[in-house]
């Protein structure tokens, strides 16, 4: 049980509602499109949950962090691939805090009213997990950036309007080389092309090279050498996001086969009677439960302004395991019919697989587990 304040559980009711209303209408339809449509943008704008980070002076209705992850539950129980779409824009007003305050008016209100899209990219074809070992390059050029190299694995990359990108200013620096920027999509010398993803179609995922893309310097977010060190603090709030979205999915597939094996007979006898199906499920609903806590946590000490980079870890980690596991069990219960596109199982479960690579690998956040317990200097290398 998570104790949520009085003005958490009505903001849940309220997001709850807009989800039930508003999303459920289309929703396994739109989750074979590759695209976000125009419309469900609107929508998610219009009920303010683009607004969730946006500073007041720019529009926004900032909330508390665990507030955000019921937002993302809520959503992601009925449209999955909503929840990364609001993740993405709230994701912009925090890391662009330590931006240029002229960049910041023009870009955080149009994010937080679903005007443009926003993506993030740090990934490169040749390092993931290693984020400092990236090969992009952004040189100086009096009071102008040129920016050289290619992002890969961007979600939105095909739709957005905005990238907010991890480039090298000093390549011999290595971490403390590490800029970030945000770049306009439609500028000159800037390239896109889509993957054919088996999961988070929506997310229309693509690989965009940037040859001789020039910024000015108000686009760039901090000082130089301060991008790796900004991105990792915006990855612990976003992998305990990443975490709730997991689970979301897998808590309406658990309800859905708690209700079906209630109705569905076999041998003359409901299949909830059968220890293998209703062990299992009681399984499954204490592997969410784990998860869920996991996630809170991580948020609710980002809220108290605590170190929390273990505990998200934790849960980036284990919320996709188990939502993958949950909606495995509940696609074989359901039988051929979850098998087949009937019900919105192997969908989901397609969807839930790709949080266990984004946003850090399972290896890698059992790594910053292992060197948070084991403390400086011991623990895993590599």
């Given at each position: 049980m998570i104790y949520f304040t009085e003005a958490q559980k009505k903001f849940r009711s309220i997001v709850r509602d807009f989800a039930l209303t508003e999303l459920v209408p289309g929703a396994n339809e739109r989750a074979k499109m590759d695209y976000a449509p125009s419309e469900m943008i609107r929508k998610l704008a219009g009920a303010g949950l683009f607004k969730l980070t946006t500073p007041v002076k720019y529009g926004g209705k900032p909330t508390d962090f665990v507030s955000i992850g019921i937002a993302t539950e809520e959503i992601s129980k009925v449209d999955f691939n909503s929840a990364p779409l609001i993740a993405n824009q709230i994701l912009m007003p925090l890391l662009m805090a330590w931006g240029f305050e002229e960049l910041r008016e023009e870009w955080i209100p149009a994010f937080g009213n679903g005007e443009k899209l926003a993506c993030f990219a740090n990934t490169e074809p040749?390092?993931?997990?290693?984020?400092?070992?990236?090969?992009?390059?952004?040189?100086?050029?009096?009071?102008?950036?040129?920016?050289?190299?290619?992002?890969?694995?961007?979600?939105?990359?095909?739709?957005?309007?905005?990238?907010?990108?991890?480039?090298?200013?000093?390549?011999?620096?290595?971490?403390?080389?590490?800029?970030?920027?945000?770049?306009?999509?439609?500028?000159?010398?800037?390239?896109?092309?889509?993957?054919?993803?088996?999961?988070?179609?929506?997310?229309?995922?693509?690989?965009?090279?940037?040859?001789?893309?020039?910024?000015?310097?108000?686009?760039?977010?901090?000082?130089?050498?301060?991008?790796?060190?900004?991105?990792?603090?915006?990855?612990?709030?976003?992998?305990?996001?990443?975490?709730?979205?997991?689970?979301?999915?897998?808590?309406?597939?658990?309800?859905?086969?708690?209700?079906?094996?209630?109705k569905r007979m076999v041998f003359g006898s409901p299949m909830s009677d059968f220890e293998g199906i209703s062990f299992k499920l009681a399984e499954d609903a204490t592997l969410i439960e784990a998860s869920r806590l996991l996630c809170y946590q991580a948020l609710r000490l980002r809220d108290e302004g605590l170190q929390h980079t273990k505990e998200s870890a934790m849960a980036k980690w284990f919320a996709p395991f188990c939502a993958v596991r949950v909606i495995h069990d509940v696609l074989l219960i359901f039988g051929w019919r979850g098998y087949s596109e009937e019900k919105p199982i192997e969908q989901r479960l397609r969807d839930a697989f790709g949080l266990r690579i984004g946003d850090g690998t399972a290896e890698m956040m059992k790594l910053i587990i292992a060197r948070s317990i084991l403390g400086r200097g011991f623990g895993p290398t590599m």
């Open positions: 040749d390092c993931g997990s290693d984020a400092s070992a990236i090969k992009t390059r952004a040189a100086r050029d009096g009071d102008s950036y040129i920016i050289n190299g290619e992002k890969t694995a961007v979600s939105f990359g095909m739709q957005g309007d905005a990238l907010l990108l991890t480039a090298k200013t000093d390549p011999e620096a290595g971490a403390r080389g590490v800029t970030l920027f945000l770049v306009p999509l439609h500028l000159p010398g800037i390239n896109r092309s889509r993957f054919v993803d088996m999961g988070a179609i929506p997310a229309g995922r693509a690989s965009i090279t940037l040859s001789g893309v020039r910024i000015p310097i108000k686009y760039r977010i901090g000082e130089e050498g301060e991008g790796f060190s900004k991105v990792m603090s915006g990855f612990d709030f976003f992998r305990a996001i990443g975490g709730l979205g997991a689970i979301g999915v897998a808590e309406a597939s658990l309800a859905e086969a708690a209700e079906y094996v209630k």
